[in-house]
């Protein structure tokens, strides 16, 4: 059974860091790109990050280039959303997601979600 557990949410003010990570188990892990995907309320969920099964290839949504990076470490299973001076409008529940081989951006083209882990920026 697929599993994965996001974690590392939290309230933190505007310019701060969090590391958001995501466990997996159930599956062979080095097979499946992961995606890191975000909801505000009354919001659609969108695509923020996201990694390669194979070649660490990633790719940023352009509203957090330069601030947001996704270690990957297959040795644990775990993939990070390291998460460099937050604004206000990255508040959302952040949720991680695994796909067989081939990274997307797209939610829909994920079938396998943790549940989300909340993150609140104040101003």
């Known amino acids: 059974e697929v599993q994965l557990q996001a974690s590392g949410g939290g309230l933190v003010q505007a310019g701060g860091s969090l590391r958001l990570s995501c466990a997996a188990s159930g599956f062979t892990f080095d097979d499946y790109a992961i995606g890191w995907f975000r909801q505000a309320p009354g919001k659609e969920r969108e695509g923020v990050s996201c990694?390669?099964?194979?070649?660490?290839?990633?790719y940023y949504a352009d509203s957090v280039k330069g601030r947001f990076t996704i270690p990957r470490d297959n040795a644990k299973n775990m993939v990070y959303l390291q998460m460099n001076n937050l604004k206000p409008e990255d508040t959302a529940n952040y949720y991680c997601a695994a796909r067989w081989m081939v990274m997307t951006a797209r939610p829909n083209d994920y079938s396998n979600w943790g549940q989300g882990t909340l993150v609140t920026v104040s101003s």
């Open positions: 990694i390669s099964s194979s070649d660490g290839s990633t």
